[in-house]
């Protein structure tokens, strides 16, 4: 089973323009990411796959893999099966760009999903954490997914899912972190199919998939990633790095 990791990177950035290119410790985030997702040491090769003539130089020039995207694409998902079409590969990580403290433990869980699925039943396989506070629950930014009973998810949702009309049912409100785990197939279905009604209204990729049948099992861990999507998240990082010297 041949397992590689892509990280999409788009220059631009509604929240944080070129947030990819800022300096972090003295290198730039996005090749912080790419040499954590290569120190790991779960993946047979790692790309950048990107719109950006400097990404893809800033990692070439530091003796890493880079892929220039020839289409426009909508969704990382999207750039990532264009990206690996044709290449030989059974398993495809999306390492999100902008999370430069990559943790090997929740990445090994995702593949042991596919490495355990002797049947070949899961199509893609995702994290999820538990929250509490009512403001993260309630926060649209924080996509909330409910599964069955075997942990495969029912559907992702900015609302709050499910609707606590009843409070005392025991009820855990799962965040989910928007690392993915595919079957190439499974990306390459994606690739294909044109966006329907749900994914349209709630802007979240991962119901294209729930849309058309694929099966997305969820494990559920505790490590809380570390996104860089404001200056502020960069001077948070900034200070991690200070503090591991």
Not at 53 to 60: A, C, K, P, Y
Not at 77 to 99: C, L, P, T
Request: no cysteine; glycine share 4%.
């Amino acid at each position: 089973m041949k397992i590689i990791a892509v990280i999409p990177a788009r220059y631009a950035s509604t929240r944080f323009p070129a947030k990819l290119m800022q300096d972090l410790g003295g290198k730039t985030v996005i090749l912080r990411t790419y040499e954590a997702a290569l120190a790991t040491g779960l993946f047979d090769d790692v790309f950048v796959v990107t719109d950006s003539e400097l990404i893809h130089n800033e990692i070439v020039i530091n003796n890493g893999k880079a892929i220039m995207s020839v289409k426009e694409h909508e969704s990382g998902s999207d750039r990532i099966a264009e990206a690996v079409e044709n290449m030989e590969v059974d398993i495809v990580i999306n390492v999100q760009g902008d999370e430069p403290f990559i943790d090997a433990e929740p990445l090994k869980k995702v593949i042991e999903v596919f490495k355990n699925d002797t049947n070949k039943t899961v199509d893609l396989a995702s994290l999820m954490f538990e929250i509490h506070q009512k403001e993260d629950i309630e926060n649209p930014n924080n996509v909330k997914v409910i599964t069955d009973q075997n942990g495969f998810a029912l559907y992702f949702s900015r609302s709050v899912i499910p609707y606590p009309r009843e409070i005392n049912v025991g009820v855990r409100y799962m965040k989910h972190i928007g690392i993915y785990a595919f079957r190439k197939e499974a990306l390459l279905d994606f690739y294909r199919l044109p966006m329907l009604s749900l994914e349209a209204s709630e802007k979240l990729e991962q119901l294209r998939y729930l849309e058309y049948g694929k099966r997305i099992k969820m494990v559920e861990t505790a490590h809380v990633s570390i996104g860089i999507d404001t200056p502020e998240d960069l001077e948070k990082a900034r200070n991690i790095i200070v503090n591991k010297r």
